[in-house]
Nanobody, 128 residues
Framework: QVQLEESGGGLVQAGGSLRLSCAAS????????MGWFRQAPGKEREFVGG????????TYADAVKGRFTISRDNAKNTLYLQMNSLRTEDAAVYYC?????????????????????WGQGTQVTVSS
């Protein structure tokens, strides 16, 4: 089992940037396809983007494409979500999640229930 812990959330003005981190322990992140999800109050958890197990393929939801970037540092065993040009509608609790079922370059999946391990989340607030 891999344990995941998100950090980096906070309050930012619209148009600003934040970088979220997802630190892993127990197993290397390179064993998993990884996803970032978010959940705003009263809404369902939604897929933000993901990284293949190989690290070579990223996938993004249309709402964040061109503004958010996912990367991984194997030496630090940490996944990142760089968020630029933030909008008020990006405000949510952000979660990272690990999918042990995919291999190689297969793209991360958007369905939350396929992910095995989740972090506790980090709050992102965007003011107008």
């Amino acid at each position: 089992q891999v344990q995941l812990e998100e950090s980096g959330g906070g309050l930012v003005q619209a148009g600003g940037s934040l970088r979220l981190s997802c630190a892993a322990s127990g197993r290397p992140l390179s064993m998993y396809a990884m996803g970032w999800f978010r959940q705003a109050p009263g809404k369902e958890r939604e897929f933000v983007g993901g990284l293949s197990r190989s690290g070579g393929n990223t996938t993004y939801a249309d709402a964040v494409k061109g503004r958010f970037t996912i990367s991984r540092d194997n030496a630090k065993n940490t996944l990142y979500l760089q968020m630029n040009s933030l909008r008020t509608e990006d405000a949510a609790v952000y979660y990272c999640a690990a999918d042990s079922h995919l291999t190689g370059a297969a793209r991360a999946r958007a369905l939350a229930r396929v992910y095995d391990n989740w972090g506790q989340g980090t709050q992102v607030t965007v003011s107008s």
